[in-house]
């Protein structure tokens, strides 16, 4: 794993909202050996400058391809940008995986500036949400082979049960919307302000869904628990 020294990273820069040469100034290397399963892994922190905004930006690549093992070089993804603006990180361990994993390819698009990409992937999270969420109503509903829920029925469904409100349920119309849009091979284009934007409701609804729920729920028992021990 030898070490490459070069001046510039390409990243997205959330100010710009572009992907830029950024100027190194710093950078971190760890890699090693994978306890037991013999595979070798590599990550790399970037720390550099934008050159249109001066902003700072930290990135994160992993590697890829290994020299001697399994490639001719050391091969390393894109840069990811870490700051400003983290991807975000929810707390509940409800949240299926199918949910994290769209929206995660999701950030990853809108940083490479393919907001049609990221469009479909807002709907396939909540679409995940909506098949989790009323997941056991969809089993009792039905003695046969129930049917997969689709986005736009599973959302109406999230509202008539009270899982979400009147706005997430406007919120979620338009994620909806973009999805279909983006999801038919058309013509069209989606500036990176509404993707962003929708960004931003999508990860509303599932905070909302699950940390939210989560959280209240603690903090009614926290309450119970007090309440009874006042009791004599
Ligand atoms: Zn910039």
Known sequence: MSQTSTETFVIDCHRCKAKVAAIET??????????????PWGERILLGTCPRCNSVLVGQATQIGF?????????????????????KVFSSYRIPKTVTDSLNEADRS???NANIAACVMFGRALEALCRDALFEEEVDS?????????????????????????????????????????AHPEDISISRNDAED??????????????????????????????????P
């Open 26 to 39: 710093g950078r971190t290397n760890r890699g090693g050996w994978e306890d037991g399963a013999g595979e």
């Open 67 to 87: 020299a001697g093992h399994d490639s001719d070089t050391d091969d390393w993804s894109d840069v990811t940008r870490v700051f400003p603006k983290p991807p």
């Open 110 to 112: 809108l940083q490479a």
């Open 142 to 182: 039905t003695a046969k082979k129930p049917r997969p829920i689709m986005l736009s029925a599973g959302i109406k469904m999230l509202k008539e049960k009270k899982i979400i409100d009147e706005r997430l349920y406007d919120w979620s119309q338009q994620l909806a919307a973009f999805r279909n849009l983006a």
């Open 198 to 231: 929708l960004q931003i409701f999508v990860y509303a609804i599932v905070e909302y869904v699950y940390d939210l729920a989560d959280r209240y729920e603690e903090f009614k028992e926290r309450a119970e628990k007090r309440a009874k021990r006042r009791k």
